[in-house]
């Protein structure tokens, strides 16, 4: 009988490497596959021919060609990038341009790594797919849906940024490493031999990369200097461009020696400034002085352009969500709204709620989906 061919995501990293050998292990017909999801041509001013710019891919598919020698597994590299730029980058730079704050790892997620790579699997002939995400898929055996639940290692669990898969892509996808601590995932790592056992894990986009944020977004969205205004409105500073800063940003403000005026809830006079609120019709950026601050703090919130799992909305009533990845799951009440939309209501104040980020809302261990925050109230 043919083994199920399984096309697994090898990123170069050690999670998507432990996820190959561990389906070799189980059976599986492996295939790598290498997504190229950025071009190269984006390089720091002076970069010489040897630089490999802030995109370090190159790097990333010598790393995973490497695991897939070690593991006797066939690899091709995909070039990804048009669909990134058109699916992804282009909806990134539409959200800052309108003043938000997107999260392209879940728009990669739902349009690159579970769609373009999933169709090119199964033009391969795969019957599943495979990546290195901390997460569970779980078929319900009364519902007959398949339910995306969180990783087991709490410190690493990814569902967050899953929360878009449907049913269609999640019927097709293995998260082996989702059963797995990481602990547990370099020590099989090095004890397989694997040349990346310690390489360390990526943080950010491949689009940014270590560079400053700022800079590179300079160069795709247009900016307009303005005033910086306390909750009191007094101008103390001017900001470089409403996009560049985000609800909570507490560095680059350059305003750290200015004493606030009268008594500011949630801080003395000596109290770090964080940006409260942007008002895109008067360029204005609000600040307030203390992280406890009551602009800061948020009851409800509003979600549009919703996804759920399961392929319509759970039924309203009491739920737990978060409104950013590090973030631990807050009790609330979750409520409909016209097609797409949804609210929540959290029993206690959340900190900085950010329209563009998502509002991802659960039962337990199982993620039910969410959607873009589009505002939050008091």
């Not at 091709?76 to 790892?105: I, Q, S, W």
């Not at 996804?307 to 739920?319: D, F, V």
Request: aromatic share 8%.
């Amino acid at each position: 009988m043919a083994k199920q061919r399984v096309v697994v995501g090898l990123s170069g990293g050690v999670d998507s490497a432990v996820t190959a050998h561990l389906l070799k292990q189980q059976g599986y017909e492996v295939i790598g596959i290498f997504m190229k999801n950025w071009e190269d041509d984006d390089r720091p001013a002076g970069s010489g021919d040897d630089d490999p710019g802030y995109c370090t891919s190159n790097v990333d598919f010598v790393d995973a060609a490497a695991v897939a020698d070690v593991l006797g597994i066939e690899i091709e590299h995909v070039n990804f990038a048009a669909e990134y730029k058109d699916r992804v980058f282009a909806e990134f730079l539409r959200e800052y341009a309108a003043g938000r704050t997107p999260n392209p790892d879940v728009l990669c997620n739902a349009e690159i790594k579970f769609k373009a790579f999933l169709d090119h699997a199964m033009r391969l002939g795969a019957e599943m797919i495979a990546t290195g995400h901390y997460a569970r898929v779980r078929l319900n055996d009364k519902t007959g849906k398949h339910e995306l639940l969180k990783g087991l290692d709490p410190s690493k669990d990814q569902s967050y940024f899953l929360h878009r898969l449907n049913q269609a892509q999640l019927a097709r996808t293995l998260f082996p490493v989702g059963e797995l601590h990481k602990t547990e995932v370099r020590r099989i790592a090095a004890g397989i031999g694997l040349p990346n056992a310690k390489k360390k894990d990526s943080t950010g986009i491949c689009f940014i990369g270590e560079r400053p944020f700022r800079e590179f977004l300079n160069r795709y969205i247009s900016h307009e200097p303005g005033p910086i205004k306390d909750a009191n409105g007094r101008t103390i500073g001017q900001h470089v461009g409403l996009s560049f800063y985000t609800l909570g940003q507490r560095q680059g403000l350059g305003i750290g020696g200015i004493k606030a005026r009268g008594a500011q809830k949630g801080g003395g006079e000596h109290a770090p400034w964080f940006v409260a609120r942007k008002d895109l019709a008067h360029n204005t950026l609000w600040v307030v002085q203390g992280h406890d601050h009551p602009w800061l703090l948020s009851r409800t919130l509003d979600a549009a352009d919703a996804s759920w799992t399961a392929g319509t909305p759970p039924a309203p009533g009491a739920c737990a969500a978060k409104t950013r990845y590090r973030q631990a799951d807050a009790a609330g009440t979750l409520a409909g709204g016209a097609a797409g939309t949804f609210s929540l209501t959290f029993a206690e104040a959340q900190w900085a709620v950010t329209p563009g980020q998502s509002a991802v809302v659960y039962d337990g261990e199982v993620c039910l989906g969410g959607g873009v925050i589009a505002g939050s109230q008091p």
